[in-house]
């Protein structure tokens, strides 16, 4: 029996990566099966065409690969990952846990189409990763809403102020904004979870996002046999 599939979605500086080993926590103490898989996978010779896009060997601005050439490139990443990294654990039953998955592809790449072609692409990408691929189609997408602002300033500590340690997608803030419309957009017609990380007025803490976050996955962990 198939495991589950859950992913965390969120511009860059959202908290993905320390939500994921919260809930891996959470998940281990009460002895499921579970594994974190972080993508893209730069370790990876298949993340190559990816490596090269987020440098800028194609151009130094988002837009100047195509939403279709460009989520190619991540689609192979994630095909190889599935087999040959987590596969055995994901069909043996285990939780994965994604940081990242093809849904990025839904808000990353869509910026680059005008608003009236979301909807199409939307149905290509699904239909090249989950069915043409192969890959598993997620049984949980939360989409961690944060502002871009703050989102930003995350990033800075991160690179401790070097703004040339930024790919072409986190320094272009324009198009930032626009991945959060499309991820919005993408949430609302595919029925992902969105959790902002404010309460309106102020960020909320690590730990109370992750009880919202455990609250989600919850209803999952009960269909566990």
């Keep these: 029996m198939a495991g589950k599939l859950i992913v965390l979605e969120g511009l860059d500086g959202s908290g993905k990566t320390t ?37 800028g060997d194609f151009g130094s601005n988002p837009g100047d690969v195509n939403a279709y050439a460009a989520s190619a490139f991540y689609a192979v990443d994630r095909f190889a990952s599935y087999q040959l990294e987590w596969q055995n654990d994901y069909l043996g039953g285990a939780f ?49 809403d944060m502002p871009l602002a703050r989102s930003q300033a995350l990033l800075r500590e991160r690179y401790n102020g070097d703004e040339q340690k930024k790919d072409i997608h986190e320094r272009d803030l324009a198009y930032l904004a626009l991945c959060r419309e ?5 949430a609302e017609k595919l029925g992902w979870t969105v959790l902002s990380c404010t309460d309106g007025e102020r960020m909320l803490s690590i730990e109370e996002l992750s009880e919202r976050i455990f609250a989600c996955a919850a209803p999952l962990l009960e269909e566990t046999p």
Excluded at 24 to 53: D, F
Excluded at 103 to 121: I, M, V
Aim: hydrophobic letters at 45%.
């Design 19 to 55: 939500q994921l080993k919260y809930l891996l926590a959470r998940l281990s103490a009460k002895k499921l099966p579970a594994r974190r898989v972080k993508l893209p996978n730069y370790e990876s010779e298949a993340c190559a065409p990816v490596k090269m896009y987020l440098r």
């Design 96 to 144: 994965i846990l994604c940081d990242r998955y093809a849904t990025s592809n839904l808000y990353h790449q869509a910026t680059k189409l005008p608003r009236a072609q979301w909807a199409e692409f939307t149905r290509w990408a699904e239909d090249l990763e989950y069915e043409r691929m192969g890959i598993p189609k997620p049984d949980l997408v939360i989409y961690l």
């Design 182 to 186: 499309a991820a919005l957009f993408a």
